[in-house]
């Protein structure tokens, strides 16, 4: 799997306060507005690890001059639904967004899919 490390982000959303409990001015940190902090050593965490499995058939029929392939592909196959992707900002929550709570999941892998098609080669 893939490293990742939890980060929290400076925003406008905060106001910062000293230790004497004055409020800081906003354009203190405004050169860092947006930039991530990381929380813990880069590559700390690690995703489970996963396995993905597509499988193409192809079948060739020949008719006079013609050759017809009809082919099927699936994608994952094995119906894998690991996690891709996570919520890592520890600060972003949302109470109306569940995908927001830090380490939620925000991606899986794509779902079970079948294509089918077919050619004609003269």
């Not at 939890?6 to 354009?27: C, E």
């Given at each position: 799997?893939?490293?990742?490390?939890?980060?929290?982000?400076?925003?406008?959303?905060?106001?910062?306060?000293?230790?004497?409990?004055?409020?800081?001015p906003?354009?203190?940190?405004?050169?860092?507005?947006?930039?991530?902090?990381?929380?813990?050593?880069?590559?700390?965490?690690?995703?489970?690890?996963?396995?993905?499995?597509?499988?193409?058939?192809?079948?060739?029929?020949?008719?006079?001059?013609?050759?017809?392939?009809?082919?099927?592909?699936?994608?994952?196959?094995?119906?894998?639904?690991?996690?891709?992707?996570?919520?890592?900002?520890?600060?972003?929550?949302?109470?109306?967004?569940?995908?927001?709570t830090?380490?939620?999941?925000?991606?899986?892998?794509?779902?079970?899919?079948?294509?089918?098609?077919?050619?004609?080669?003269?």
């Amino acid at each position: 799997g893939e490293y990742f490390t939890p980060v929290f982000q400076l925003n406008p959303r905060f106001r910062l306060q000293a230790s004497d409990g004055s409020l800081l001015p906003d354009d203190l940190v405004d050169g860092v507005r947006g930039q991530s902090i990381l929380l813990e050593d880069r590559g700390s965490r690690k995703y489970q690890g996963r396995t993905n499995l597509d499988v193409r058939l192809e079948r060739r029929f020949q008719i006079r001059e013609f050759a017809w392939f009809v082919t099927a592909d699936l994608f994952n196959a094995l119906g894998s639904d690991a996690i891709v992707e996570r919520n890592l900002t520890i600060n972003d929550q949302i109470s109306t967004d569940p995908t927001s709570t830090f380490a939620a999941p925000r991606q899986r892998v794509t779902p079970r899919a079948l294509q089918v098609g077919g050619r004609i080669e003269m």
